[in-house]
């Protein structure tokens, strides 16, 4: 274990600084992603659920697809829209690309309900928005998605997006 790993740990076990374990992982972006691994899944998940949102989207991007994909899927669904939503386009991407049909289409679901959750409150998921055109790049004839899912996704979405964010 490396020495940023055994000063997260530190920082978690003896003192759940949040605030203080943030700022070291800032401090030490390159690796970060690393010394997080390098913990105990139980606190890389209790670190992931604290950390600030853009902090814990740059990391997600930094993960292997499947350590990211389960340390989303432990975060309620608008979390995980938010973390999605403030990851940049090209880590995003490459994370989506990355996934098995049935991690990407689960993911897709949270995203649609937590689309749905924030309609309903009129209130947005972020800033920018997630929108249904993800599920209609050209990652659809890759997976061989359905045409009528992406042609439904279509008609709900009048959008126009075209790089899966709503501006």
């Not at 490396?2 to 943030?22: F, Y």
């Not at 604290?50 to 389960?70: I, M, Q, R, S, T």
């Not at 999605?84 to 689960?106: C, K, Y």
Request: net charge negative; with cysteine.
């Amino acid at each position: 274990m490396g020495e940023l790993a055994r000063q997260l740990r530190d920082l978690l076990l003896t003192q759940r600084r949040w605030d203080a374990a943030a700022e070291l992982l800032r401090r030490h972006a390159d690796e970060a992603a690393d010394a997080i691994v390098a913990l105990p899944f139980e606190q890389q998940q209790l670190l992931f659920r604290n950390l600030p949102l853009d902090l814990a989207a740059k990391l997600a991007g930094h993960f292997l697809y499947f350590h990211a994909y389960v340390l989303l899927c432990s975060l309620t669904t608008p979390e995980i829209a938010a973390i999605m939503g403030a990851m940049g386009s090209t880590e995003r991407d490459q994370f989506l690309d990355a996934l098995p049909e049935e991690s990407w289409r689960s993911l897709m679901n949270t995203l649609d309900e937590a689309h749905l959750m924030a309609a309903e409150a009129k209130a947005p998921v972020t800033e920018p928005t997630l929108c249904y055109q993800w599920r209609t790049c050209s990652r659809s004839s890759k997976r061989g998605r359905s045409q009528r899912d992406t042609s439904s996704r279509r008609e709900r979405d009048s959008s126009g997006c075209s790089n899966g964010l709503v501006g």
